[in-house]
């Protein structure tokens, strides 16, 4: 013990973030996996650079809807034949992708994309004529293929390089990673709306009510204690975890030219086919699936101590008119001038979560039987706000919280062994002291 409450409270609390931002990171790899978040976000830079915006409007609900519009035919009808449709079946860039399902592929290099670029700006055009001129005539064209902002973007971008045309690739590289700059920052704020939906709905799945585990845990010493015990432990297991995390951001600056639209290091591997990309895809999956397993056991271990997630239904026992009483951890429910004796996991159970429960009737195996059931609506509504800021500190993600819990241990450690040797110079004064000169 550290002798403070708060500090104890505070470091449960952050323990209990730190699982469930762990699950949730988890959860949001695999559906990222699943439907190819990097590549639509990728998608979506390039549409963004290569094709006309909608009409600037001041009207806000048609810029929300013209924008909804236009992602959603992006991402499931396409974008028509135009420069970006045309962008992504060139050779360069469409076997970069592993196959059908995954048929945009997730990193893009800006060589690649200059080139592609080039590519089809000078396609059709005359062999004896200078590319300058034959980029220049394609770009002239007033037609739906490459919309007016962008054709004058890329002009002005040719005038820049003075009819130069290394000068002009370099252009379009400088262009492409400035966007993917701004690119990486939708990525994280695409992350991080999931991240609070998924923690949302991990809050109420497993009733991981901030509020709720607050209170339980400053008025229970026992679970108090055992919840420091379980952090301090998973901190020292995982130091290596931390090290790793700490030492990645470090080097985080001396980023390779080569990245992705979400700031990540390209791995490129020469030669690599559709079904190398599986393989990886299936590996990392499998890789997510065990920590994810691994990860339930100490959440499983979190849960047992606070006993925090109210079960579902609850054996009711009938009593006779002249029975009524009820230990700390049962409660009496009567239904149809009939008494019925319910018993919870915990007194602390009972006494917050009795109020959700009902007794109901109904038939297993042919017999009937009575039991309490939760009422998890209205459970949902009176714990609303709780679950808003789990989740709202569930998006943190599960580094920061790293962090803090891991300072926050080196705290209360550093307080122990101060304490401890204040006391131990106490306890040798009291000895060495005279009798004659001690006070009292």
């Known amino acids: 013990m550290t002798g403070s409450v708060a500090l104890d409270v505070v470091i449960g609390l952050i323990f209990i973030f730190l699982l469930y931002s762990l699950l949730a ?36 609900v048609y810029r929300v809807t013209s924008d909804s519009k236009e992602r959603i035919k992006r991402n499931f009808v396409g974008d028509g034949d135009n420069l970006v449709e045309t962008f992504y079946r060139q050779p360069v860039i469409k076997y970069l992708a592993s196959g059908n399902y995954f048929s945009k592929p997730s990193y893009i290099d800006q060589a690649d994309f200059a080139k592609a670029l080039l590519d089809i700006l000078k396609k059709g055009g005359d062999p004896n004529t200078p590319a300058v001129t034959t980029i220049r005539e394609a770009l002239s064209k007033t037609d739906d293929f490459i919309g007016e902002e962008t054709r004058s973007h890329v002009l002005s971008l040719l005038d ?9 690739k370099a252009n379009l ?8 700059e701004r690119v990486t920052g939708w990525y994280k704020r695409t992350v991080q709306l999931i991240l609070i939906l998924i923690g949302f709905g991990i809050a109420v799945s497993f009733n991981v009510n ?9 008025v229970d010493e026992e679970a108090r204690n055992q919840m420091v015990v379980l952090a301090s432990n998973y901190i020292e297991e995982n ?25 990540q290091v390209k791995v490129q591997v020469d030669g690599e086919n559709a079904d190398t990309q599986r393989e990886a895809f299936n590996t990392k999956l499998d890789s997510l699936l065990r920590l994810k397993a691994e990860l339930d056991s100490d959440i499983d271990e979190a849960t047992k101590i606070l006993g925090f997630r109210p079960p579902e239904n609850l054996p009711a026992v009938a ?6 009483k009820a230990n700390s951890k049962q409660l009496i429910f009567e239904k149809c001038q009939k008494k019925y004796l319910v018993t919870f996991p915990s007194k602390y159970m009972a006494e917050q979560t009795g109020d959700y429960y009902s007794i109901q009737e109904g038939t297993v195996n042919g017999e009937k039987v009575t039991y309490a059931e939760f009422n998890d609506l ?7 706000w709780g679950y808003v800021i789990t989740a709202l500190a569930i998006s943190l993600g599960a580094p920061f919280w790293f962090d803090l819990l ?13 304490t401890k040797m204040a006391s131990n110079d106490g306890a040798t004064l009291k000895e060495t002291v005279p009798l004659d000169q001690r006070v009292g």
């Open 378 to 384: 209205s459970y949902l509504i009176d714990n609303f």
């Open 239 to 263: 130091e290596k975890v931390i090290k790793l995390y700490q030492k990645d951001k470090e080097t985080k600056k001396d980023v390779p030219p080569k990245i992705d639209s979400t700031n």
């Open 210 to 218: 901030t509020l709720e585990i607050a209170e339980l845990l400053a």
């Open 160 to 168: 820049d390089a003075q009819n130069d045309l290394v000068k002009f």
């Open 173 to 180: 590289e400088t262009w492409f990673n400035s966007t993917m």
């Open 406 to 418: 891991s300072k926050l241990i080196r705290i209360r450690n550093s307080i122990r062994s101060t």
């Open 319 to 324: 009593l006779d008119t002249t029975e009524g």
């Open 25 to 60: 990171s988890i959860l949001q790899e695999m559906i990222a996996n699943f439907i190819g978040l990097r590549a639509r976000n990728l998608r979506h830079g390039i549409s963004r650079m290569l094709k006309d915006g909608p009409k600037a409007s001041n009207n806000i």
